[in-house]
């Protein structure tokens, strides 16, 4: 709504690019949306939409054909495409997170190479830590490359990968012993190596397998894969900045970001919420008057809009810190912990305000009320922000002597 989440301190730039994002969302997402999700068809028509407008470039810097933005312009802009819908940002998050680890952390080459092409959006990025056996503990990865020559195999498998049937470049985490005696901290021995492939499922390229799309709750439309590694040849130039052992730091760096952006997926969907909800509380009567007259309806109006106000407010607060170049793992974690929390809360009471039509696959909120829970596993669950979050306030309250 025009008088919530709003933030200072933009410029004009930043205002014009998140009032074009706005008016796309509006006339090209919100009213198609349910109905791709219920049929869980790629938004295909969107994306190339958001090809146009040069989002895929939005945070790449301008020497490779980016548009050089922040990482808050990033935020504001998934924050209003997840207002939409919450696939769609999926979608640009994955891509930028695999940009932000090559523009960090890559050689000149790789650099060079990849770049200009994600901010065409002419090669798709996806990246890769999860595997069947571990979720939260990376530290269990069991995928592996070997040395052989100029060149890596690898083998193993992995799970929950966003855009693994869309994209072509997959940031894939993990072990290397090369270089790594063994008893070496397991994530002093993991490295990234950048996957170009083929779209599609099934064998999209030698020694590469993506079975095909996983069937979910909700987060429809965007495809969400496993990766099956069986004898896969990389050259060593694809090892992500040219050294092995430092995957596992360079993942943990994109995923900062991966935090920033599903806060601001928070926001967005419970933005989208708080809209709905507001709105059919003026639409609907009881008693002989508009629900939203009813003191019970207003408090959870009231509430729903400071969740609202407090989440944005934080995501902000960890995507400025991180622009700034401080550290921000607190920050995020707070963000990401805050705006997942309360997303939940705010869809669920919208979902109540809608009464049993609420329940209808006809009203938006039921989409909504599918998708809020993935924002509570993405990017670590609330357990794993909560040990960020404590660990790193113990070191900034440790007792001296």
Not at 85 to 100: E, K, L, Q, R
Request: hydrophobic share 40%; aromatic share 8%.
């Amino acid at each position: 709504m025009a008088r919530l989440a709003q933030t200072a301190g933009l410029t004009d730039i930043q205002r014009e690019i998140l009032s074009t994002v706005r008016d796309f969302v509006d006339k090209e997402i919100i009213p198609v949306a349910t109905g791709l999700e219920h049929r869980d068809e790629y938004p295909q028509q969107i994306v190339d939409g958001l090809k146009e407008l040069g989002l895929f470039g939005l945070m790449i810097p301008e020497e490779y054909g980016g548009l050089g933005e922040s990482l808050l312009t990033y935020a504001l802009c998934v924050e209003e495409i997840a207002r939409g819908w919450m696939s769609v940002s999926g979608i640009i998050n994955t891509h930028f997170i695999v940009a932000y680890m090559l523009k960090q952390h890559g050689t000149q080459e790789q650099r060079e190479y990849f770049l200009p092409r994600m901010a065409a959006g002419d090669v798709r990025g996806a990246f890769s830590m999860s595997e069947p056996a571990l979720g939260s503990d990376v530290s269990a990865i069991t995928s592996k490359a070997v040395k052989d020559g100029d060149e890596y195999v690898l083998n193993g498998q992995k799970m929950w990968l966003t855009n693994g049937g869309t994209s072509t470049l997959v940031a894939v985490l993990v072990k290397s012993d090369e270089g790594h005696p063994e008893g070496t901290a397991p994530h002093k021995s993991m490295t990234t190596f950048l996957v170009e492939k083929e779209p599609g499922f099934g064998e999209v390229r030698p020694g590469l397998t993506i079975p095909g799309k996983i069937d979910k709750m909700g987060y429809k439309g965007v495809d969400t894969t496993e990766l099956i590694m069986d004898g896969l040849r990389i050259p060593a130039d694809r090892v992500l900045g040219g050294t092995t052992g430092r995957g596992f730091y360079q993942m943990m760096d994109g995923v900062e970001v991966g935090r920033v952006n599903v806060a601001a997926r928070g926001c967005g969907v419970a933005q989208r919420a708080f809209e709905l909800g507001v709105s059919y509380a003026q639409q609907r009567h009881t008693f002989g008057k508009q629900i939203a007259q009813h003191q019970a309806i207003q408090f959870k109006l009231a509430e729903m809009a400071t969740k609202v106000e407090a989440a944005h407010a934080m995501m902000v607060n960890a995507a400025r810190k991180k622009d700034s170049g401080e550290r921000n793992d607190l920050e995020a974690g707070m963000a990401k912990y805050l705006a997942s929390e309360y997303c939940k809360e705010v869809v669920e009471d919208a979902f109540r305000i809608h009464g049993g039509y609420g329940f209808s696959k006809e009203y938006e909120i039921e989409r909504l009320y599918r998708e809020a829970p993935m924002l509570l596993i993405g990017e670590g669950t609330a357990e794993i922000q909560k040990m960020i979050i404590g660990r790193r306030l113990l070191e900034e309250y440790r007792l001296q002597g």
